[in-house]
Structures are given as C-alpha cells and as structure tokens.
C-alpha cells in the first residue's frame, strides 16, 4: 500500500469516529431532555392538598334553672341533725300585685295583751320545725308567688307530723273535689284538725297540706303530739315540706287564715318579734323588708304582708312577725324613702315583744 492510501485510510476512520462521537452526543442530549420533561410532567400532575380543617370545638351552652335554696334558723338550744332544703321554681299560682296602704286593713290603735297567744306545740317530730325564711306568711318569695297564707318547714319525705293540740279532726283525704285553696288539687293530701283551745269564742283549725300518708280519720279525737301523717309533697308542692295554716270560724274559707308564728310555741330559750310598719298616716306598708340585728350576728329579715288576702290578727293587728329569736337585745331597722329607723328591743324567752315603726314618708 502506497503512502497516499495510507493517510486517507486513518483519515476516514478518523471521521467515522467523529461522526460516531457526535451520533452518540446527540443521543444523550435527547435522553436527558426527555428525562426533563416526563419529571417536569409529573411534578406538574401533583396537587397541594389543603391542610386538614381543624374540628369546631363547641362550648357547651349552661342552662341555668332559678332555684332558691332556704337555710335553717339556727337552734339555740338544740342541734338539728336533719337539713333539708325546699327549693322553689315559679309556678302557675297567680301573682297577686301589692296593696297600696289604703287597701291594707287598718291597724289597731288599742293593741291588746299579745299574752293570748302561743298556745300550740310544733307540728313536725324529730325534724325542722323552722319556717322557711324567704316564704313566711304574708311574704311572696322575692315577687314569684302568690302571698303565702301560712308556713313552710322542709323535712324530708315520711317525716312524721303531729298535733299541734288536742281536737278532732275535721277532714283527712285530698282536695280534687272539695276545694280548700283558690282551686282543686292545690293542697294535696291534708287534715284539718279542729282545736279544743278556742280563742274569744272562736273557734281555731289547724290545716296541714302536701302530705304523704294520712294517718287518722274524720271525727277521730287526738291528743297533742299524736302523730297524724307524714310530710310529702303532694299537690302543688315542689319539694317535700309542710304547710301550715291557722283558719278562724271557717275552715273551708282560704281567706280566713292568721299567722301560724303567733299561735305555735316559739323554741325554747327564744322568743318572738311582732309590730306594725306604718306610713305618715298612720297606714300599713305592705311587701317591706325589716331586718332584725340580734346580739348573735344571726341575720334575719322579714317582709310586712303583702296584701290584703294576708290578715292581721284581731288584738295584736300585726303586719309583720319573726319567731324563735334568741332572747336577748335586738335592733329592727326599716328603710323608706332614704330614711331609715331603728329600735332596739328585748327579746324574752317564750313572749312576744311588739314594736310599731313610723315613717314619715307616705
């Protein structure tokens, strides 16, 4: 092979492999610009998912139900070991508006000997024989219900209740058809007990309401301290307690009712408070509140009656009463109109101390 053929042979095998250079060149470029774009592809199919929506936290919403509960009187000689409460919600009895003055029967000027009374035992056994203190007579709880014509003691159901005096009884069963109250089935379960103790000629019933068991019968003679039911909650009641009440002449009539504190014994070593809050002329103030400041801290408050459905008795013509006060010194204070009054007292175990206060406002 001559010189010439030489060089054009390494000459062409040269260009071969630069051509085969480039080829392969080429052939890398095209596989990573695919590469590129199915990663660029894939990339561009992915979705951000929102992040997750934290669950609603709902406060839960309070309802609130209105309840008073009644505290006991402390006992000055004795250590009461049952502690029921009476809790009141209002109910359908009507609300009677408060009297104006001129409405109100007029107070005696003549105020016989209040000695005449406290006559009776308590009429609860081994339990509360306390009224409750936001529902005495002629009260209205704050404004919720109807003047009370009697008291209230909380015990617990089955509690045993007993004579107040000697009597009969008068009537024992319910009231859905013979009506006692303002209507039928107010009551409950009740006794009527006609007293042996008249009082000036009249004669005096005492009505137990909203009892469980009825343990005597008509025209049975019972002695003081007998039992004659149990306390329960029957009839337009809410909770078990007793009611209470003193009728005069009439024990069908619910008008003829008196404040039970005047005619039960007060606890021993206590005493009790009656008196008449009156305006410039000479008038009852009904729905008053008077507190009743005592040597031993106790707090006590009372209102003066409500209206006229809630009577006076005949020789103290009261508008207010507060039992089983410690004997000792106390101050009764009433606010009117800015002005406020107050008198100090003594309270003597077994009595009642009577006090008239006289604004000057009308």
Not at 77 to 83: D, G, L, M, R, V
Not at 241 to 256: A, N, S, T, V
Request: charged share 15%; hydrophobic share 35%; with cysteine.
């Amino acid at each position: 092979m001559d010189t010439y053929t030489h060089i054009n042979t390494k000459q062409l095998i040269c260009k071969y492999i630069c051509i085969l250079l480039m080829i392969s060149a080429i052939l890398c470029s095209c596989t990573q610009l695919d590469s590129t774009i199915v990663t660029k592809s894939v990339s561009s199919n992915q979705k951000t998912l929102p992040p997750p929506i934290a669950p609603q936290r709902t406060t839960p919403t309070k309802t609130s139900t209105a309840t008073a509960t009644i505290p006991q009187e402390p006992t000055p000689s004795q250590t009461n070991t049952i502690t029921p409460s009476l809790t009141i919600t209002p109910s359908n009895t009507p609300i009677v508006p408060k009297a104006l003055p001129e409405q109100l029967p007029l107070p005696h000027t003549n105020i016989a000997s209040p000695e005449t009374h406290l006559f009776f035992n308590r009429p609860i056994l081994d339990g509360n024989n306390y009224p409750v203190s936001h529902y005495r007579y002629g009260m209205t709880w704050d404004g919720l219900l109807a003047p009370h014509l009697g008291v209230d003691m909380a015990n617990n159901q089955g509690t045993n209740v007993v004579a107040i005096g000697n009597g009969s009884i008068f009537y024992s069963g319910n009231d859905h058809i013979q009506k006692f109250g303002y209507r039928n089935d107010f009551y409950g379960n009740i006794i009527i007990l006609k007293l042996d103790q008249q009082w000036n000629g009249r004669t005096l019933y005492a009505l137990y309401a909203h009892l469980d068991n009825l343990l005597v019968e008509k025209d049975q003679q019972i002695l003081t301290g007998q039992i004659i039911g149990t306390v329960g909650k029957s009839g337009a009641a809410l909770a078990p307690h007793l009611h209470l009440e003193i009728r005069i002449d009439d024990p069908f009539d619910y008008m003829k009712t008196r404040n039970p504190e005047l005619w039960y014994s007060p606890i021993s070593g206590t005493g009790l408070v009656a008196g008449q809050i009156i305006d410039k002329n000479g008038m009852f103030i009904p729905g008053h509140k008077i507190n009743i400041l005592c040597a031993d801290k106790g707090i006590r408050w009372v209102e003066t009656y409500w209206n006229e459905w809630t009577k006076p008795d005949d020789l103290i013509s009261e508008n207010f009463v507060f039992s089983d006060i410690p004997a000792t010194q106390c101050t009764i204070e009433s606010t009117l109109e800015g002005q406020t009054i107050s008198k100090r007292i003594d309270i003597n175990s077994k009595e009642i101390t009577f006090i008239i206060i006289q604004h000057e406002s009308p």
